[in-house]
């Protein structure tokens, strides 16, 4: 397969991640009121795991998965502008199921913007309010989903 999703460890893979939150992400459209924290203590949390997709060893998305027991929660999910419409986000989703898998987590959960539903709802997910407190910051308008693995 010409994917690999890896933890970010490389100076070179942090940059690459930055840039792909930066750019899709933390957008003045999408949060104009949020300074993109390249040193945010979530990223360094034990048990939350930042990884950069590659395709064809070219970065081409993100996405940080939260493991808490046999829960996981899938954060900051993101494939650059370019390269939408071919299939990654599928396999990233496809990938960060294994990943979680893996670490031992029983179900995935996510507060997804609204345009991106249509997206978890294609790839198996179900709307389910897991943790309503979440909604809050930049999370405010999303929507909350859940998928068993
Ligand atoms: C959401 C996102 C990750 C999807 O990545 P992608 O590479 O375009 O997804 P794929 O091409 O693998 O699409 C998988 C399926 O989801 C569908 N889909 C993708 N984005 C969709 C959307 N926004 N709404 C509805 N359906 C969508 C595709 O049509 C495809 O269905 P199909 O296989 O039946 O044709 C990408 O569009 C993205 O980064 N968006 C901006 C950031 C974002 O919203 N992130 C989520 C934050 S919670």
Request: hydrophobic share 40%; charged share 30%.
């Amino acid at each position: 397969m010409p994917y690999e999703l890896r933890a970010v460890r490389s100076a070179e893979d942090w940059r690459h991640l930055h840039e792909i939150r930066r750019s899709v992400l933390f957008t003045p459209e999408r949060h104009a009121d949020v300074e993109y924290d390249e040193n945010h203590p979530d990223d360094r949390a034990e048990g939350n795991i930042p990884l950069l997709l590659l395709f064809e060893s070219r970065p081409v998305g993100v996405v940080r998965l939260d493991v808490r027991g046999e829960a996981a929660i899938v954060r900051l999910v993101a494939v650059i502008a370019s390269e939408r419409g071919r299939g990654h986000g599928r396999i990233l989703g496809a990938l960060v199921e294994e990943e979680a898998r893996r670490r031992g987590a029983r179900t995935l959960f996510v507060n997804a913007a609204p345009d991106a539903v249509g997206y978890y709802e294609k790839v198996g997910w179900r709307r389910f309010d897991w943790n309503t407190s979440e909604l809050q910051g930049i999370a405010q308008d999303c929507v909350q989903l859940r998928k068993d693995l």
